[in-house]
T-cell receptor, first 116, second 114 residues
Framework: GDSVTQMEGPVTLSEEAFLTINCTYT??????LFWYVQYPGEGLQLLLK?????DKGSNKGFEATYRKETTSFHLEKGSVQVSDSAVYFC???????????????FGDGTTLTVKP | NAGVTQTPKFQVLKTGQSMTLQCAQD?????MSWYRQDPGMGLRLIHY???????DQGEVPNGYNVSRSTTEDFPLRLLSAAPSQTSVYFC?????????????FGDGTRLSIL
């Protein structure tokens, strides 16, 4: 079945540091890829997505590129802020209509703490 | 602009009790899902629905029932609560668009089983 593997956390950075959170996947079909962010006490929110190979998703200074050859979707940000402290989830969704059904497969999440 | 609304936000139950977690969405989404979130384990799919009257099991369905009589509502029932069901439960919805659409999540129900 499908699976998503994220780098283990927690990750602690100083403000303005560069962030990379690794994500690799295995999928039997052709997936869409997502990054979600979860702030304390809240549900997950979409951060960015990519739906085909070599697409780059971006939002709020975060970027991730859909790499089919390496089955990866690593999240990056050039300069993190304290407000970026949250849990980040990588996820995939199968694009095949008969298996999609709105389901997603999630990684275990990576906790990011940014210190001033 | 409510999105996905879950109630209650917190609940404490005794082993063996039953209860229903409510989920409603106002975006006319076809798909709805229930997940549980446990420390270090990401989100695991419990049940999902592709439309009113149609539900199916996810990865961890045992001990839970669902029904979907309307597009808007997708309640999750715990039949006989067990301590292993202590978790944070999230309801999500999404539009039918070939897997390209993200899921929209509620704020969760934090459930403790004593």
């Amino acid at each position: 079945g499908d699976s998503v593997t994220q780098m283990e956390g927690p990750v602690t950075l100083s403000e303005e540091a560069f962030l990379t959170i690794n994500c690799t996947y295995t999928a039997t079909g052709y997936p869409s890829l997502f990054w979600y962010v979860q702030y304390p006490g809240e549900g997950l929110q979409l951060l960015l997505k990519a739906t085909k190979a070599d697409d780059k998703g971006s939002n709020k200074g975060f970027e991730a590129t859909y790499r089919k050859e390496t089955t990866s979707f690593h999240l990056e940000k050039g300069s993190v802020q304290v407000s970026d402290s949250a849990v980040y989830f990588c996820a995939l969704s199968d694009q095949r209509a008969y298996t999609n059904a709105g389901k997603s497969t999630f990684g275990d999440g990576t906790t990011l703490t940014v210190k001033p | 602009n409510a999105g996905v609304t879950q109630t209650p936000k917190f609940q404490v139950l005794k082993t063996g009790q039953s209860m229903t977690l409510q989920c409603a969405q106002d975006m006319n989404h076809e798909y709805m899902s229930w997940y549980r979130q446990d420390p270090g384990m990401g989100l695991r799919l419990i049940h999902y629905s592709v439309g009113a009257g149609i539900t199916d099991q996810g990865e961890v369905p045992n001990g839970y029932n669902v029904s979907r009589s309307t597009t808007e509502d997708f309640p999750l029932r715990l039949l006989s609560a067990a301590p292993s069901q202590t978790s944070v439960y999230f309801c999500a919805s999404s539009r039918d668009d070939g897997g390209n659409q993200p899921q929209h999540f509620g704020d969760g129900t934090r459930l403790s089983i004593l």
